[in-house]
């Protein structure tokens, strides 16, 4: 595939366009972030402590891959996402099992990470648009809000199905008619576009998170117990899948989108 050639003064986005493939698969990297973190700790055994300066690791290297692209790259991003959702994973499961602090304390931190993120990502750039990511700066901000929306989502998850024993599937449930709600709003025009994109973002954490645990845990602990190493291989297989179609179709190119010229 030929490198893009862009108009004088023109910038790639580097980050996908907010479409239906976009969506479906985040839905399956934050699925398997979900079982795939505890496939890593638990089931090899490895522990969270060395899982997760494993992954992160691994992650810091997928980050400077992407911020050196310069521009989106099917595979490079979703490499990102999938390891940033597995870290997300990690750094709330750290400071619950690790730390004991409370999965309600730990929403509400990360909550407010978020939030102080936005608000100084819009205070420096005017903008929290997805549309016009094309300075380092920007990129930071916005894997920065990825991560703590990733943490956020586990552990609201978790906080609602397991601390408040509605259970996964009621969870899961409650987080699709939320998502639907935020998509009903958007597509009737009643909410801003950027605002719809980061509150799907946020909510679509715990749905997967929420839906990934369903599939994964003991039926004694209300999953359907298809295990963390299936759950994860199916959903990894799904994404290579489609990462690939991406690529096939021009998805490096974002479908000709270039910061500047929309």
Excluded at 70 to 95: E, Q
């Amino acid at each position: 595939m030929t490198r893009p050639v862009f108009p004088f003064g023109a910038r790639a986005n580097r980050v996908p366009e907010a479409t239906f493939d976009f969506w479906l698969i985040k839905l399956m990297a934050v699925t398997m972030g979900e079982t795939a973190a505890d496939y890593l700790a638990v089931n090899l055994g490895l522990g969270l402590t060395v899982t997760s300066v494993i992954m992160t690791a691994v992650l810091v290297v997928a980050i400077t891959l992407q911020f050196t692209r310069k521009r989106y790259i099917p595979w490079v991003y979703w490499l990102a996402v999938v390891l940033i959702s597995i870290v997300g994973t990690l750094v709330t499961d750290n400071l619950v099992d690790n730390f004991g602090v409370p999965l309600e304390v730990t929403t509400i931190v990360f909550t407010v990470a978020l939030i102080l993120t936005f608000l100084i990502w819009h205070r420096l750039e005017g903008t929290l648009s997805i549309h016009t990511i094309y300075t380092d700066r920007r990129e930071t901000f916005y894997w920065l809000a990825i991560l703590f929306t990733f943490a956020l989502g586990t552990a609201a998850g978790d906080w609602i199905a397991e601390t408040l024993d509605v259970g996964y599937l009621a969870t899961a449930a409650l987080f699709v008619l939320v998502v639907g709600i935020i998509a009903l709003g958007y597509f009737a025009g009643r909410i801003n576009g950027i605002l719809a994109f980061w509150l799907a973002y946020i909510f679509t954490r715990p749905l997967g998170a929420s839906f990934g645990d369903l599939l994964a845990q003991p039926l004694e602990y209300g999953g359907l117990g298809f295990g963390t190493i299936y759950t994860s291989l199916l959903f990894l297989g799904a994404i290579v899948v489609i990462v690939i179609y991406m690529t096939l179709n021009g998805g490096s190119m974002d479908d000709g989108e270039i910061a500047g010229t929309k």
